[in-house]
């Protein structure tokens, strides 16, 4: 679907004073021109994340929600072709610029990014400016800018866009965060809705988002490609160490060392992706292009959200960059994760649980930091104590602590349960043997005790010799195997007391022609039976 732009009347008229930037671009900015420029020609070579199974594809028709990804954990990227397969409400097809800049506000403020030198422009823009720039053509633009970070929380696009319902029930921010009090919701993160527009030939630079936070992303006018990369050790490793040297040299690209697992999806006008925590992507755009997006933190990547706070916190990246109120987002949700442990564990879902036990530890350590004397972050502890106290009516070192103590007991009676489930399965397998793989040790115990056992080798020659001997057999044993002599001769020794089935059990041992003698005997007046085998069971 080819982008419909209709430019604002600000545009029809370009102002004397339009804040374009110098379109005269430094060596180090050519250089990075350049590198994005060779990038891009090196698409074809990777493979389609949604042919390789890399991403999950979710067919028309098929809902995704908090169950589908209790079961999946939400390892791959997820690709919809419906905004309604997580019930994303987006304006129909068609909205203009003007229509877009009345839901947003004319004059909020907005910093775009210099494709070129993949940096911020250092003048602050308004929306009515970037909407004068973005309703030109291509060969009017002096540059190529992206414009990522417009979050419209708050704002007439409410309204218009909603974010997936799937978020409310699993976001730690939708799901945690106090909204009683006007205060509480004034202070929430905003991260939720964001509106993106890129212009053609707009490449944002491989990175993970901030937080190690999981997207919602639906593309709703033109075309991006994105390319991911998966959040192994290595893959992070190697991520990490580019940044460093980027840090000293932005002329640098992580495309020229990119592994071959690298992989493409391709979206197009109406696609929605749902991109799990921690993956490094990077994001081409060959055409003008709107979209709509959020970000969110929840149970299935726990460790993931932890470790990338830490190394942003290690490579002191700007705040503004870094989720908001990150340490109060996990510590609302731990104390929520809390209470549940001790109610209703049963509803965690395996990643909430193996989260949580990393998490724990790492809480404990991080909480024993920043509490110590001479720390910075004597605000931090004080809204930490006050949200625990509230919650759990505990200190936070109180509520840690039986969290592990939780997490333990639950270790051990999953271990004892799982200990008692593979008992019950080799005792089910053993009830249920086949008799083939029964016979060869039954015959090799029948050959060497000959002597003193003779019952179940005559009573097996007797079965294939004689129909009427395999009849008496079934009738006098009703179904169990055939005694031997031994067997016979402890019976009628137990206190004096034998059943009629031991005497008939005795004179059918006695001789093979009794028994062809009473089984014809007491079958006169029956119907023929087949010859059956008897199964023979091993307990």
Not at 234 to 259: G, H, K, V
Not at 469 to 478: C, F, M, P, V
Request: charged share 25%; glycine share 4%.
């Amino acid at each position: 679907m080819a982008l419909q732009l209709v430019a604002p009347a600000a545009a029809m008229a370009a102002p004397a004073a339009w804040p374009l930037p110098d379109a005269v671009q430094t060596t180090e900015e050519t250089t990075i021109a350049r590198g994005v420029a060779h990038w891009t020609e090196r698409l074809r070579r990777f493979p389609c994340a949604k042919a390789t199974g890399v991403a999950e594809v979710v067919p028309l028709g098929q809902h995704v929600d908090k169950t589908h990804l209790d079961a999946t954990g939400f390892q791959r990227p997820i690709v919809l072709a419906c905004p309604l397969q997580v019930d994303l409400l987006v304006p129909t097809s068609g909205m203009s610029l003007v229509e877009l800049e009345r839901a947003i506000g004319s004059d909020r403020a907005v910093r775009a990014i210099d494709v070129a030198t993949q940096r911020e422009l250092e003048k602050e823009w308004r929306l009515k400016d970037w909407m004068s720039y973005f309703a030109r053509p291509d060969y009017e633009r002096a540059r190529i800018l992206n414009l990522i970070s417009l979050e419209c929380s708050g704002t007439k696009l409410e309204q218009l866009v909603r974010p997936p319902r799937l978020l409310r029930e699993i976001g730690w921010v939708e799901k945690h965060w106090p909204n009683a009090a006007k205060k509480d919701r004034m202070l929430a993160p905003k991260v939720q809705l964001y509106c993106l527009m890129s212009a053609a030939g707009s490449y944002t630079e491989f990175h993970i988002d901030f937080g190690g936070s999981s997207v919602w992303y639906h593309l709703y006018q033109g075309r991006k490609i994105f390319f991911l990369l998966p959040p192994t050790d290595a893959n992070l490793q190697r991520f990490a160490e580019f940044e460093a040297r980027y840090r000293r040299d932005p002329t640098l690209f992580f495309a020229d060392t990119l592994p071959d697992e690298c992989s493409i999806i391709d979206m197009h006008a109406g696609d929605t992706i749902l991109l799990p925590s921690g993956w490094i992507h990077a994001v081409y755009t060959p055409e003008d292009s709107i979209s709509f997006g959020g970000n969110f933190l929840s149970g299935y990547h726990m460790p993931m959200h932890m470790r990338c706070h830490t190394t942003e916190c290690a490579q002191h990246i700007e705040g503004r960059f870094q989720f908001p109120m990150f340490e109060q987002v996990v510590w609302f949700a731990v104390t929520a994760y809390a209470r549940m442990l001790t109610n209703c564990s049963y509803l965690l879902s395996k990643w909430e649980w193996t989260g949580l036990q990393v998490i724990v530890p790492l809480l404990e350590d991080h909480y024993q930091r920043i509490s110590s004397p001479g720390s910075l972050e004597a605000d931090l502890v004080e809204r930490i104590i006050a949200i625990c106290k509230t919650a759990t009516r505990l200190q936070p070192q109180e509520m840690l602590a039986k969290m592990k103590s939780n997490i333990q007991a639950k270790m051990e009676r999953d271990d004892l349960e799982a200990a008692e489930s593979l008992r019950v399965i080799g005792d089910h397998m053993v009830d249920i043997a086949p008799q083939d793989s029964l016979s060869p040790s039954l015959s090799g115990n029948s050959s060497s005790s000959s002597s003193s056992s003779t019952g179940s080798s005559s009573d097996s020659s007797d079965l294939s010799s004689s129909d009427s001997s395999d009849n008496e057999q079934d009738k006098d044993t009703d179904g169990d195997p055939p005694l031997t002599e031994d067997d016979d001769n402890m019976d009628t020794n137990d206190d004096g007391a034998s059943s009629s089935s031991d005497s008939s059990s005795d004179s059918s041992s006695s001789s093979s022609d009794n028994e062809d003698e009473t089984g014809a005997e007491d079958n006169e007046n029956e119907d023929e039976i087949e010859p059956e085998l008897t199964p023979l069971y091993l307990f």
